[in-house]
């Protein structure tokens, strides 16, 4: 890949994100990081320049949910959401919330309630009247996935949403799902650390004609080789110090499994990230389905390497040296699988 200026600059394509969905940039951002998971978020002024400059070179998918910082996340993007209201498609997610009397505890809704309840407070804390594309962010398997997305369907009607997005669902869930009401995308994890959903929901996605938005492409920035063992090298404050993948002795495995990737990035000129976020776009080509992955950072370096990405086309002998990669990772995604669809194929 050059490393001309061309490269850095020149806008990404355009990819329309599920059938009769909105034309997007082929590459989005997620905002979580600027305010909330990954340790203090102090420079906002860089994370402000980093929203403008993600849109200069046509990141036009903005990522959030109402979750992220009990609704800073929402409140931080704001202003430029509002500012360039017609030029980016906003997503934003419901069902996660704190448990008042733990706030170290998640709790997970589905109702018809505090959908309602949801809806409104983002739309206040966003500063939009709509919103583009509204996602169910966990499965409360306690409620008919039917029941939600009716729900869901009634703030379409109303205005309040365009589109309607499911994030970790099942392949049964998501049909059943869009018996309901058209269902756009589908956000999940995917990288070449986790590749789940390849065995039934990217299948049901491409038969259903839903897009897919991986999200931590970069494997919450292990990938990039940023950091090997997250409880000795990240801040107190961090969330990946509890996940199992990036602590002990799965941390040191983990680490040796990113070789071929440093390998194929020296020969290209490119970096770790670029040759992970390369592999996750061209499952499109792969799988024959909109693939528009949303990695997070607070830094315009970063957003430029990464849009970078999607001018690296892997080969086929680079891409079988990354195949056997998440067959031997060590650790689940979560410490806590039970709400991962894996747990309920």
Known sequence: ???????????????????????VGIQGLGCMGMSFAYGPTDDVDEARATLERAL????????????????????????FVRAHRDEIVLATKFSLGLDPADPARRIIRNDRPYLRQCVEASLRRLGVDEID???????????????????????????KVKYLGLSEVTAGELRAAQGVHPITAVQSEWSLFSRDIERHVVPAAVELGVGLVPYS??????????????????????????QPRFT?????????????????????????????????QQRAAVHGVAVVPIPGTRRRSRVEENTGATHLILTASELELLEPIAGQVAGGRYADMSVTPESRE
């Open 1 to 23: 890949m050059s490393d001309s200026k061309s490269d850095r600059t020149e806008k990404i394509q355009k990819v329309a994100l599920g059938a009769g969905g909105p034309e």
């Open 56 to 79: 200069e070179l046509g990141v036009t998918l903005y990522d959030t949910a109402d979750v992220y910082g009990s609704g800073a996340n929402e409140e931080f993007i704001s202003p």
């Open 133 to 159: 594309l509204y996602y169910m962010h966990r499965r409360d398997v306690g409620v008919p996935i039917e029941e939600t997305v009716g729900a869901m369907a009634e703030l379409v009607t109303e205005g």
């Open 217 to 242: 492409p970069l494997g919450r920035g292990f990938l990039t080789g940023s950091f090997v063992h997250a409880d000795r090298e990240l801040s107190a404050d961090d969330f990946r110090r509890a």
């Open 248 to 280: 002990g002795s799965n941390a040191s495995a983990n680490a040796a499994l990113l070789e071929p990737v440093r390998k194929i990035a020296e020969g290209r000129g490119a970096t770790l990230g670029q040759v992970a976020l390369a592999w996750v």
